[in-house]
């Protein structure tokens, strides 16, 4: 095992080890609580299963949480220009291709998306502070891999692909779900089109696939940790979406799976 993950990985220092092990465990504890119906607090979920308290909840407009929640990171990658100018080949590719992951969804959230709720503001701030952390830690684990032998087997090529197709699939699909509704319409409705006709969430799909583009592209192991922590999460908030929608819908299909075409 571990002299696969010297072929595929830079090696790792114990600080990267460690907040690697954070990120897979804290995002998949939080994709586990979606499968169980503690959702967090946005979108279509803004309280459902939650429990009933006296405390106040505070929220935001959609649009103004979600670009709370993204700016930061766009602002960390961006900033990663700055503070590594010089660095090689592979770390341009990183730094770029994560800061227009970020300023792709800024887009979206201003020009694409049509919102109906809000979000609950105690589940915004993790949500921000998950992506910016991530964010940091992709990079900095790529600041601190440089002079090291390059892996065995090189991905970055291959990487800048996966993460071309992902995101285009992913910006292909968002603007479907966007004609779903006029400005003014606040209903849900059940998306059609693209590969909603096999699965509910294509969109993560092709968000998934981004970010293991960006992992491959990196090859280090804080990155590849992102990438299986985010995998986990948007599979447990798929596999709720699906439920949400064949308790809304009637007529839902029953053959359209959560996230992966006929599997899951």
């Given at each position: 095992?571990?002299?696969?993950?010297?072929?595929?990985?830079?090696?790792?220092?114990?600080?990267?080890?460690?907040?690697?092990?954070?990120?897979?465990?804290?995002?998949?504890?939080?994709?586990?609580?979606?499968?169980?119906?503690?959702?967090?607090?946005?979108?279509?979920?803004?309280?459902?299963?939650?429990?009933?308290?006296?405390?106040?909840?505070?929220?935001?407009?959609?649009?103004?949480?979600?670009?709370?929640?993204?700016?930061?990171?766009?602002?960390?990658?961006?900033?990663?220009?700055?503070?590594?100018?010089?660095?090689?080949?592979?770390?341009?590719?990183?730094?770029?291709?994560?800061?227009?992951?970020?300023?792709?969804?800024?887009?979206?959230?201003?020009?694409?998306?049509?919102?109906?709720?809000?979000?609950?503001?105690?589940?915004?701030?993790?949500?921000?502070?998950?992506?910016?952390?991530?964010?940091?830690?992709?990079?900095?684990?790529?600041?601190?891999?440089?002079?090291?032998?390059?892996?065995?087997?090189?991905?970055?090529?291959?990487?800048?692909?996966?993460?071309?197709?992902?995101?285009?699939g992913n910006f292909y699909h968002h603007c479907l779900l966007s004609k779903l509704r006029s400005k003014n319409d606040k209903e849900y409705k059940?998306?059609?089109?693209?590969?909603?006709?096999?699965?509910?969430?294509?969109?993560?799909?092709?968000?998934?696939?981004?970010?293991?583009?960006?992992?491959?592209?990196?090859?280090?192991?804080?990155?590849?940790?992102?990438?299986?922590?985010?995998?986990?999460?948007?599979?447990?908030?798929?596999?709720?979406?699906?439920?949400?929608?064949?308790?809304?819908?009637?007529?839902?299909?029953?053959?359209?799976?959560?996230?992966?075409?006929?599997?899951?």
């Amino acid at each position: 095992m571990e002299s696969v993950l010297t072929r595929l990985f830079f090696p790792a220092p114990l600080l990267i080890k460690a907040m690697s092990v954070v990120c897979v465990v804290s995002l998949g504890k939080v994709g586990l609580s979606e499968i169980r119906g503690k959702h967090m607090q946005y979108s279509k979920f803004l309280n459902i299963g939650e429990k009933k308290s006296n405390k106040k909840q505070i929220q935001v407009s959609s649009r103004t949480g979600m670009l709370i929640a993204y700016t930061p990171s766009f602002l960390a990658g961006a900033i990663s220009f700055g503070l590594f100018p010089n660095e090689d080949l592979r770390f341009l590719f990183v730094k770029s291709t994560l800061t227009f992951h970020f300023f792709k969804r800024i887009l979206e959230v201003l020009f694409i998306h049509r919102y109906s709720g809000g979000v609950d503001v105690e589940s915004l701030t993790p949500i921000t502070l998950s992506y910016f952390t991530s964010s940091v830690f992709v990079i900095y684990a790529q600041h601190l891999a440089q002079g090291l032998p390059e892996p065995a087997v090189d991905l970055k090529y291959p990487g800048i692909v996966l993460f071309l197709i992902g995101i285009t699939g992913n910006f292909y699909h968002h603007c479907l779900l966007s004609k779903l509704r006029s400005k003014n319409d606040k209903e849900y409705k059940v998306p059609k089109g693209g590969l909603f006709d096999l699965v509910i969430c294509p969109h993560y799909l092709f968000e998934i696939l981004g970010i293991l583009g960006i992992s491959l592209t990196a090859q280090t192991l804080y990155a590849f940790s992102f990438f299986i922590g985010s995998t986990l999460y948007l599979m447990g908030r798929s596999y709720a979406t699906r439920r949400w929608y064949l308790s809304q819908f009637k007529d839902f299909p029953q053959d359209v799976k959560a996230l992966i075409p006929f599997v899951f």
